[in-house]
């Protein structure tokens, strides 16, 4: 099912909100709170949604694995054909537990060790995206010693600015810690063409996320093909261009970026300079496939404030807290003509910087009833931790009317393991 016949993730039908054919109340009470579920019919329908759009210029979609590195939500992506976009060596763990094929990894992030390095040698992944100079003397090193050729592209950072919803999140200009300097990177592959141990494959760019308008795309991929044409003519062989991710989604207000017409932009471009697109989209594959399922503890109101404390906050959710991110909040049972009050959702952590919704507009909350956090299917659990001795919540996979567990609560057990 495709997303043209699925308009909405996580309907209300007769006054209760479904994840596939199953009532969220159901899972709640069955799997307890805070709880993250997942639609897999959703996430199915957003890579048929790229495979389609991209098809033109043999795409390989490569799955940002930090938005959501659940294994059998991984193992699920490679059975529709999806390869890894990977940050570090436990995420390279992640994807081959998974089975991801190593020849559609690829592998960026500012500061690789030496140790990830060798272990993405070993599992032969497609490339390494590189992110500076140092880098790529490091891989050049560490591949001559094994006696191995490590394939590459070098990230290079365009100097475009995107529009993203906070300066967290935008990556493609010059005062952020991201990419290969525009004006080095010719040199950079020019060093790299003496070396035996290295093979310069590709190019890569990505420019941030959550981001809603291709033109940024477009400007970013006209500087980077000026590039592209420079270096063919230097014998520099390149096969695939990585456009990165950032493929902004709509958190219940606001526009979706158009993926068809971004797409109709990017693939005659790439297809013209004779290239292989790759793509890294994260959030947009699962971000509203999931929903973060939290239970209303208490309901206080303290002067002009009604606060609603639930069960789950900023150590299982933190893009509020972290970068203003919004998450559309309903009850997941029967509004029963409730009005709308506005109040702010806070967790149990002491930070009063814990927070899901600040003076958000809300059916009258009651206490003991469950909330629906909606779009949390990406860098909700990915980027959870147990900071005041909170246990990490279960997560759920639905698929129509099939229910798995892909990931058990946390235990108290688990706290303290590993520890001496
Ligand atoms: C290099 C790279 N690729 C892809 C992504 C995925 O971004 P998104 O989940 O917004 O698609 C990120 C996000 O930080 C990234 O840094």
Known sequence: MGPSVLTRSFPRVDGRVLCGEVPL????????????????????????????????????????????????????????????????????????????????????????SEDEIAYALDERIYAFNVESRSELERIERVASERGETARFGIRVNPNVLATTPHKYTATGHSDTKFGVPWEETRALYRWALDRPALSPIGIDVHIGSQIVDPDPYVRALDRVLTVVADLRTEGVPLEYLDIGGGFGISYGHGPALDIVALASEIVPRVVDAGLRLVLEPGRSLVGEAGVFLTRVQYVKVGGPKTFVIVDGGMSELIRPSHYGGYHAIEPAGPIDGRQAIVVDVVGPV????????????IPEPREGELLAVHTSGAYGFSMASNYNGRLRPAEVLVDGADVRVVRRRETYQDLIRGEV
């Open 350 to 361: 002491c930070e009063t910087g814990d927070f899901l919704a600040l003076d958000r507009s």
């Open 25 to 112: 109340e159901d899972l709640a009470d069955q799997f307890g709170t805070p709880l993250f579920v997942y639609d897999l019919a959703w996430i199915r329908g957003r890579v048929a949604a790229f495979d389609d759009a991209f098809a033109g210029a043999d795409p390989l979609v490569a799955y940002s694995v930090k938005a959501n590195g659940n294994l059998t939500l991984l193992r699920e992506l490679e059975a529709v054909g999806c390869g890894a976009d990977i940050t570090s060596g436990g995420e390279l763990f992640r994807a081959r537990s998974a089975e991801i094929d190593p020849s559609k990894i690829v592998f960026a992030g500012v500061g690789k």
